[in-house]
């Protein structure tokens, strides 16, 4: 069975569209995935970018932060088109991934909120959903989770790209699950986490994304 890795970039919506906001304060500019076979190699890779409905400019802090500007999106496809695009990439017969369930529940809050017809293939990828980054907490026995970044890095992985890209960072917990099926490198792992617990090398940046927090504080 084919293994789908998926992250989303989101940025917030206009501060005018109040009811709209009510129910949904943030819109996905990207989607970022890979598909990873049987063997984890990664064989095939997704990006599109996504013109938001409800906001005309990216914010300071959302460019800085995931690199897209406002030029990038102005002749975007909208989340409509960017998500039939995806599922039809998806193919059948798949289990999808992504670092937390922020994801899943975004694209459902944009469906109803921007009347998105449901379809079986639409269907079929939310029932498919995992979030990998509790299954990472409960493998290792963690009482607290993590960003990706950190968890990437705590693996011996060089994080590739920049995070707050929705390929890089799908990409990365790719290679992270990865990191987790191999019994050797499972083991390696292990002790490592253990023993960076053990050392209380942790800070609370190493537990949460502030630069993602902080941002979505900041416009909300």
Known sequence: M????????MHPMGRDYKEERRFCTMETIEIGAVKMD????????FQEYIKPKYSTKVYAKYEKLTGITTQMLQDAPPFDV?????????GKDYTIY?????????IMKEMELKKVESSPEIEYMLEQWHDFQVEYSKLFE???????????????????????????????????????????????LLNVVKNAFKEEQFTMGDIFDFDNLKASLGDS
């Open 2 to 9: 084919i293994r789908i890795f998926i992250d989303l970039e």
């Open 38 to 45: 049987t063997n984890y190699q990664i064989i095939d890779r």
């Open 82 to 90: 960017v998500l039939s695009d995806f599922v039809k990439w998806c």
């Open 98 to 106: 992504s670092w937390s369930t922020t994801d899943s529940i975004q």
């Open 142 to 188: 963690l009482s607290k989770i993590m960003s990706l970044e950190k968890a990437v890095n705590l693996a011996g992985l060089d994080f590739e790209g920049r995070a707050h890209d929705g390929l890089v960072d799908a990409e990365n917990t790719a290679l992270l699950f990865k990191e987790t099926q191999d019994s050797e490198s499972f083991k390696r």
